[in-house]
């Protein structure tokens, strides 16, 4: 079974500052693809930034980067530059080959001014 | 704009009442899915589609059905709700793997209240 963890609850940060949310999975494929999205308290789910398993080099969009580590399968977010903006909750989800998505349990992100 | 149309945004039901959540998207997704978000337990998966006429479980099937008479429409329905489908629930689409925008496109969520 596929299965992704993110053990950071909350975490808080300083407008201006660099904040990192962490995420690992468990899965025995090889192909698959890892996102990010983020839900501000309009509830919409916002696609933040995806990884193909198979590409080497980490995605970037803008502020946003991930840490790819597909031997250790870590995924983590990294937002620089934090604004207030940016407070949400962040979930981590893993696409399997046929289709299906796992999410993680979110990480409520405080920006403070 | 294109996307996924999801209603109600809110509604209260009694116990044993039924209901069907509505899910329209017109972007010719071929997979649709249905998850519930309860509070430190993340997005779980209720129902899924990967096309027209095809539909299977997900992690917490019970007490919800599903159809996909269109790639356009895939309603959930509540038979008999009780307090404990009290939640959020989004329907979600995507194309498949391998084609651009394989990410999933939200709707905006319904928030259910069972009393």
């Known amino acids: 079974a596929q299965t992704v963890t993110q053990s950071q609850p909350e975490m808080s940060v300083q407008e201006a500052e660099t904040v990192t949310l962490s995420c690992t999975y468990d899965?025995?494929?090889?192909?698959?693809?890892l996102f990010w999205y983020k839900q501000p308290p309009s509830r919409q789910m916002i696609l933040v930034i995806r990884q193909e398993a198979y590409k080497q080099q980490n995605a970037t969009e803008n502020r946003f980067s991930v840490n790819f580590q597909k031997a250790a399968k870590s995924f983590s977010l990294k937002i620089s530059d934090s604004q207030l903006g940016d407070a949400a909750m962040y979930f981590c989800a893993y696409r399997r080959t046929g289709n299906q998505f796992y999410f993680g349990t979110g990480t409520s992100l405080t920006v403070i001014p | 704009n294109a996307g996924v149309t999801q209603t109600p945004k809110f509604q209260v039901l009694k116990t044993g009442q039924s209901m069907t959540l509505q899910c329209a998207q017109d972007m010719n997704h071929e997979y649709m899915s249905w998850y519930r978000q309860d509070p430190g337990m993340g997005l779980r998966l209720i129902h899924y589609s990967v096309g027209a006429g095809i539909t299977d479980q997900g992690e917490v099937p019970n007490g919800y059905n599903v159809s996909r008479s269109t790639t356009e429409d895939f309603p959930l329905r509540l038979l008999s709700a009780a307090p404990s489908q009290t939640s959020v629930y989004f329907c979600a689409s995507s194309k498949p793997q391998g084609t651009e925008n394989y990410g999933y496109t939200f709707g905006s969520g319904t928030r259910l209240t069972v009393v």
């Open positions: 899965t025995s494929e090889s192909d698959y693809y």
